[in-house]
């Protein structure tokens, strides 16, 4: 009874209407919430290479190409992955002089989401980049 | 109880000085990340590497720490400078339980 009452809501343009427009807003809300921080600085320099659909969360390579811009060094690096229980994947404090830097490594994923690496660099300068990936099957709990 | 964990240090690149060659350091580590269960249903307790720190001949280079999204086997690749006359890197690290160790590779030119 009720999935027939909702379809028939649905089949309603303007019920439709309103409830997308409600759930966009919602979305919306929910992602700048979120993002707003890493989303609001520039991806110039930070180059991602994360596959677009991976198997199973439980070893998603990640490449990370980190450009410094002119005078500048990186100092540090940050993985983060939003949906998993420990967002902070990796933390990398470096302490040599290096203008470009790549990191290899493996993520576990607890969901599809996308990965944010944010690096900062030795005048102060923060940036980002976002990679999405849809994963099939969660590295946190037991297989079932 | 400490287990002798597996590790490894291999270098890809031009081994000459001032080359910028790619470190790769794995560890078979466990790295329980404190969310799964065993099979009479406990909760496995955390046990993961949460800090490396790796020396480029006694300098220190770079500081990791780790959260609980890292592989198991975890592995770690970055970017180094080959110094003059070479050297020798160490990868050292520690896990929850308090087991530490070191990789060593040397970089001969």
Request: include cysteine; aromatic fraction near 4%.
């Amino acid at each position: 009874m009720n999935t027939s009452s909702t379809q028939l809501h649905l089949q309603d343009p303007k019920r439709r209407h309103s409830l997308l427009m409600a759930a966009g807003a919602w979305l919306s809300s929910q992602a700048t919430a979120k993002d707003t921080p890493l989303s609001a600085l520039s991806a110039e320099g930070v180059e991602l290479v994360f596959p677009r659909l991976a198997d199973t969360g439980n070893a998603v390579p990640l490449q990370a190409n980190i450009r410094a811009p002119q005078g500048a060094n990186l100092k540090s690096l940050r993985v983060i992955l939003p949906e998993n229980p420990n967002p902070l994947a990796l933390q990398l404090k470096l302490h040599g002089d290096m203008q470009s830097y790549q990191l290899n490594t493996r993520l576990r994923l607890y969901a599809s989401q996308s990965v944010w690496v944010v690096a900062t660099f030795s005048n102060g300068l923060e940036r980002a980049n976002s990679a999405p990936t849809v994963i099939t099957s969660t590295a946190c709990l037991d297989d079932s | 109880m400490s287990k002798n964990i597996p590790t490894r240090l291999a270098f890809a690149g031009p081994l000459k000085e001032g080359a910028t060659i790619e470190a790769r350091w794995s560890a078979a580590h466990p790295m329980d990340s404190g969310f799964r269960v065993d099979d009479s249903g406990n909760k496995i307790a955390r046990n993961i590497i949460h800090t490396v720190k790796v020396l480029l001949n006694d300098r220190l280079i770079l500081e990791a720490d780790l959260g609980t999204a890292m592989t198991s086997p975890v592995y770690l690749a970055f970017p180094l400078q080959v110094p003059a006359g070479g050297g020798v890197l160490r990868v050292l690290w520690q896990d929850d339980r308090g087991q530490v160790g070191e990789t060593v590779q040397r970089l001969i030119l």
